[in-house]
């Protein structure tokens, strides 16, 4: 029996046609929306035998219990990301204003620069604040 993959075109009436891969699946979902109408939307699908689809549900499950023992959160991770992107970029601006002759404009990339480093870096008075908003 041959394991490779298969690629259909499903109908919504579920209608299936054989593809010879997924670039052709895909290329012919947009063929059978426009000469069978009645049949449409069609998708590109990939049939998948039962057990294969058992064993990447168990992954999936064993990948996420790994990252809930872990205690990672991909949400905290990405503000994480987020934060050091904002303090390269706070720098970066920083630099900038160095080159500005003292005076109204590069007082104001200083004082955005202090305003936004306030805001990435822990602070008890605005985590205080920040509580008593969300409290009830």
Not at 11 to 33: K, P, Q, T, W, Y
Not at 47 to 72: K, N, T
Request: glycine share 6%.
């Amino acid at each position: 029996m041959n394991n490779e993959p298969r690629w259909y075109v499903l109908g919504d009436d579920g209608s299936a046609m054989l593809c010879v891969g997924e670039e052709d699946a895909r290329e012919h979902v947009h063929f059978c929306n426009v000469e069978h109408p009645l049949t449409a939307p069609h998708r590109a699908a990939q049939l998948v035998e039962a057990d294969e689809l058992d064993r990447l549900r168990a992954r999936v499950a064993e990948l996420e219990r790994d990252r809930m023992h872990a205690g990672v959160d991909i949400c905290e991770v990405a503000a994480a990301v987020e934060i050091v992107r904002a303090q390269e970029v706070v720098k970066a601006v920083e630099a900038l204003a160095d080159g500005y002759h003292d005076g109204p404009f590069r007082h104001g990339f200083e004082t955005a620069c202090e305003e936004i480093a306030h805001r990435l870096r822990p602070c008890e008075h605005c985590d205080a604040a920040l509580s008593k908003d969300a409290a009830p």
